[in-house]
């Protein structure tokens, strides 16, 4: 059932999209990125060759508009824009780009649907860089994506201080990915780092973590204290839970549900159209739950009622309507 409205709603912050045709000029995916393990992966479950991939009825446009028609508990989701690479003179850099999805295509679908909410992606190094983040923040940008190690942003860059002012000024929330990069080509691991997020945070920008501030699988302990000192430290310090409810960072939801005291700080978000595995909790659930959660139409759905089962406050699910710029967007 829907909350009433009353109710603040239940937002999945964090779900990526792929317009139809991946090879316009609102979206490119690169021959190796679609060679990528997981997208491999993804292709040979599904038996894809890339054209029906992405073509007009591509499955991936199918899955996420199947996803979101069958949502049943979760309100809205955030449709995540992901900006391309620059070069040093701040040029669009096309050879060393592997993904890319315009502003404009999100902007399109929260347009036409408003269970969407536009989440803009502007790297800092392009020229344009404060126009491009005038215009999102003009169009109703909910808040800004960057995955510095696959778009080659090094957050802790001095020069960019005068565009967190400007994001801080507009209460506009940077989403930045954290830990190893695993579904996309990366470039570089290091600015991946949660304390590369230091310089945001020192100018006063709301940041959410993804991923709960970068789970390292192999080095689990040493990532998971890293990221509750900093967000206890960091009053705008966020982590949010996408990609806990998949193989690798299964374990890190277990280490977070074991802290309440950082539950004020986590929001919630699935990475969907990543796979949400119930299976993963076979030894923390009951095997009837389990069965039932796999049943569960929307995969989006999915994730949350997964984390509410495994005892996730309602306040995580509904944190994203307080932290997310929604003046714009509309309630
Ligand atoms: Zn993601």
Request: glycine letters at 6%.
């Amino acid at each position: 059932m829907r909350q009433p409205t009353t109710t603040r709603p239940i937002i999945d912050i964090h779900v990526h999209v792929l317009p139809p045709d991946a090879c316009s000029n609102q979206a490119y995916v690169s021959t190796k990125q679609w060679n990528w393990p997981p997208f491999l992966l993804m292709r040979l479950r599904h038996r894809l060759k890339r054209q029906e991939a992405v073509g007009g009825n591509g499955i991936i446009r199918r899955h996420l508009a199947r996803a979101v028609a069958d949502m049943r508990t979760v309100d809205r989701v955030v449709a995540l824009a992901l900006d391309a690479v620059y070069d040093d003179v701040g040029r669009r850099d096309s050879q060393r780009t592997h993904f890319y999805v315009a502003n404009d295509y999100v902007f399109k679908l929260a347009k036409a649907d408003d269970r969407f909410l536009p989440g803009a992606s502007v790297n800092p190094r392009r020229r344009d860089a404060l126009d491009e983040l005038d215009r999102c923040l003009e169009l109703g940008a909910v808040l800004l994506k960057w995955l510095p190690n696959s778009q080659g942003i090094d957050p802790m860059d001095p020069s960019l201080v005068p565009f967190y002012r400007r994001m801080a000024q507009a209460r506009l929330p940077l989403l930045c990915h954290t830990g190893p990069e695993y579904a996309l080509t990366t470039a570089d691991r290091k600015p991946g780092r949660l304390e590369s997020l230091r310089l945001a945070l020192d100018e006063g920008v709301t940041v959410i973590a993804a991923h709960g501030g970068g789970a390292d699988i192999l080095n689990l302990g040493r990532a998971f204290h890293t990221a509750a000192d900093m967000l206890l430290k960091y009053a705008n310090l966020y982590a949010d839970t996408s990609a806990f409810t998949q193989p690798n960072r299964s374990l890190f939801l277990r280490r977070f549900l074991r802290h309440p005291e950082l539950y004020p700080k986590l929001v919630h978000g699935s990475d969907v159209p990543l796979p949400i595995i119930p299976w993963l909790f076979l030894r923390s659930l009951p095997f009837r739950e389990i069965v039932r959660l796999s049943h569960v139409a929307s995969p989006i759905d999915r994730d949350c009622l997964i984390k509410q089962a495994l005892g996730f406050p309602d306040s995580i699910l509904r944190r994203g309507s307080e932290l997310l710029r929604m003046d714009r967007a509309g309630p």
